[in-house]
């Protein structure tokens, strides 16, 4: 797989419409998320990220859809978000899958609201940890556990 190809296809919206940069290993973001406002732009900067955690092309890059490359136990995810905000945030379920895989929020209020809602109006976080940076929190279903997370993210571009 060639890295430095660039993709042709303009995917940007002017309604709000982003793209937001997810580095995860199993159910962990390993670097702080970032959103663009253009595709191309976006998915030049994924394949980067690729190619770099690659070791510069010593680990294999594996390409198992549109928007999303496997190096090694780490994925590069591309994913499309609507609306803005300054905080991402990703559900984990107990499945080990994002559900959802990006959704963006205003602000650390916001996110903050969004990341300790309980489960089904039911299921409280047994555990909430935060920093500037992030915010978690575990809840737990009969030991096992699912994960609301929200991190700053790093906008790339201006609107």
């Known amino acids: 797989m060639d890295l430095t190809d660039s993709a042709q296809i303009d995917r940007s919206n002017p309604d709000m419409s982003s793209w937001v940069i997810l ?6 973001i390993e670097y702080p998320p970032e959103g663009y406002d253009s595709f191309d732009t976006a998915r030049d900067e994924a394949r980067r ?12 890059i594996e390409q198992s859809a ?6 090694g136990d780490r994925d590069v995810r591309l994913v499309h ?13 107990w499945d080990g899958y994002p559900d959802p895989e990006a959704t963006l929020l205003h602000d650390r209020t916001t996110a903050r609201a969004w990341v300790t809602a309980p489960l089904q109006d039911v ?5 909430v940890e935060e920093n500037e940076w992030m915010i978690v929190a575990t809840f737990d279903r009969g030991g096992e556990e699912a994960y609301a997370v929200v991190h700053r993210i790093k906008l790339v571009g201006a609107r």
């Open 23 to 28: 580095i995860t290993d199993g159910t962990v």
């Open 49 to 60: 990220w690729a190619w770099i955690i690659s070791g510069m092309g010593w680990i294999p």
């Open 123 to 127: 299921l409280n976080p047994v555990a």
């Open 66 to 71: 549109d928007d999303r490359w496997i190096v």
């Open 81 to 93: 978000v609507e609306g803005e905000g300054g905080w991402v945030g990703t559900f984990w379920t």
